[in-house]
């Protein structure tokens, strides 16, 4: 599975943006997921939704503002973000595993096999 991640960029705080995730190669029976990692910090679990069921999880931090979803037909996972904040400044990663995994593990980096390159995402003040 390759992915890209696009969408980024600079947004005063309440505004929104939305990410997208770009998948090729064998995506079925994938779940997927966003992290972000902001400068001088540890990259950390922002959703991720199974692909068995659908579940989605998020992170306490952005629950009620981000929203993942995913277009089996497009393959392609979306990141909406709503009601921005200067914390939410990140660059953003999605990520994709074929692995069952609990809710627990689908929140940790080490799950997931195959990542894309970051989008930066600036919310200014």
């Known amino acids: 599975v390759q992915l890209q991640a696009y969408g980024g960029g600079l947004v005063q705080a309440g505004g929104s943006l939305r990410l997208s995730c770009a998948a090729s190669?064998?995506?079925?029976?994938?779940?997927v997921a966003w992290f972000r990692q902001a400068p001088g910090k540890d990259r950390e679990f922002v959703a991720a939704k199974r692909w068995s069921g659908g579940s989605t999880y998020y992170a306490d931090s952005v629950k009620g503002r981000l929203t993942i979803s995913r277009d089996n037909a497009k393959n392609t996972v979306y990141l909406q973000m709503n009601y921005l904040r200067p914390e939410d400044t990140a660059l953003y990663y999605c990520a994709a595993t074929y692995k069952s995994a609990t809710a627990g593990a689908l929140r940790s980096a080490y799950t997931y096999d195959y990542w894309g390159q970051g989008t930066e995402v600036t919310v200014s003040s």
């Open positions: 190669g064998r995506t079925s029976s994938t779940s």
